[in-house]
């Protein structure tokens, strides 16, 4: 029989993701609605090192649901990445009697919860909570989604110009090593070609497909550079080089990670609030949300941060349809 838990605290931690402040959201209200009390860590496990804690109630999370970051800040702490910070860290979990720990956050951040139990024994569970969708095991994570949306919205406006004036752009998006939100957007913006990591990319061939479609009459082309590729200027360069064309290279940057949660990630994040709460009652630790299909699960935090293989034959699948579509 799991210990009863009676307290729990919940953070966030890493890049923010549109759909924290739902998780954090349904993590209060579901552990309200089972008797047990939630302290919020503010400042990612920085704030943890240095006790930023305080108290939560269902009205404290009252009106987040569709805003974009997250009310308990967020941070990337160097001092959590020693022994020493995460020794503190466990410290001030201990002194506050907070029995688990729910954490919202990316790849970087699920390790670190790995690492505080392996090393403290930390009870917790965790939430994939950024855009990157770069932990595995899981077809998605919080913010991916709406990430998707603002980066088309921008494709579409760009596409306007690059019809307009008839030229090249290159638009870098987000997303680590981790193609999701390029081939994405790739395909749902009507790319002309898309260059993410572990693509096999011959540049005198994309060179020769531009020249050729000109010939045609083809003379707007957009393609989407994932920032684990390449920067969007120094591709616009080569592009150059090789072509001759008028080609700008355009970086969203964060703007990606901003804005109002979309209808499904508000989903996801308000089932997997929940559910992690239910996990910890269950007296599970150590493991991730995951979704699969319309069914969430749990995975180890090893398998969920280190088996983050994705689907690559959906990759490959967008990437030859954007490939054919964009003819
Ligand atoms: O983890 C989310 C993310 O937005 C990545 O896509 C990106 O590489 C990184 O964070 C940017 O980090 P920072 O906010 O520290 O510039």
């Not at 949306?149 to 680590?176: F, H």
């Not at 003379?219 to 989407?224: A, D, G, K």
């Not at 493991?287 to 994705?310: D, H, N, Q, T």
């Amino acid at each position: 029989m799991a210990e009863q838990i009676k307290r729990i605290g919940v953070l966030t931690s890493g890049g923010d993701s549109p759909g924290m402040n739902a998780a954090i959201r349904s993590v209060v209200r579901k552990a309200v609605f089972e008797g047990i009390e939630v302290r919020g860590i503010l400042r990612g496990y920085e704030g943890l090192i240095n006790g930023e804690i305080i108290e939560m109630d269902s009205r404290s999370v009252s009106n987040i649901l569709s805003r974009g970051g997250t009310v308990l800040k967020t941070a990337r702490s160097m001092e959590f990445m020693t022994p020493e910070g995460r020794a503190k860290a466990a410290k001030v979990v201990e002194e506050n009697g907070i029995d688990a720990l729910v954490i919202i956050g990316g790849n970087g951040s699920l390790q670190g919860a790995l690492a505080l139990q392996k090393e403290r024994g930390i009870t917790s569970i965790g939430i994939p909570g950024t855009i990157d969708n770069d932990l595995g095991h899981t077809d998605y994570t919080i913010g991916a989604h709406t990430s998707v949306d603002t980066v088309l919205d921008a494709v579409d406006k760009i596409r306007d110009t690059v019809t307009s004036m008839e030229r090249i752009y290159v638009i870098e998006v987000m997303g680590r090593k981790e193609p999701y939100i390029a081939v994405m957007a790739g395909l749902a913006g009507g790319a002309e070609e898309i260059l993410y990591p572990g693509a096999e990319v011959d540049m005198d061939e994309i060179a020769g497909e531009i020249k050729k479609a000109e010939k045609k009459g083809k003379r707007s082309w957009i393609i989407i550079v994932s920032e684990g590729f390449s920067s969007a200027h120094s591709m616009a360069e080569k592009i150059v080089e090789k072509t001759g064309c008028e080609v700008r290279g355009i970086t969203l940057g964060h703007i990606q990670r901003g804005g109002a949660p979309n209808a499904p990630d508000r989903v996801l994040a308000s089932r997997m609030g929940a559910y992690a709460v239910s996990a910890l009652i269950e007296g599970h630790s150590g493991k991730m949300v995951a979704i699969k299909g319309s069914v969430l699960l749990l995975i180890p935090y090893e398998k969920a941060c280190f088996e983050r293989e994705k689907d690559r034959k959906l990759q490959e699948e967008l990437y030859s349809l954007t490939k054919l579509l964009a003819a």
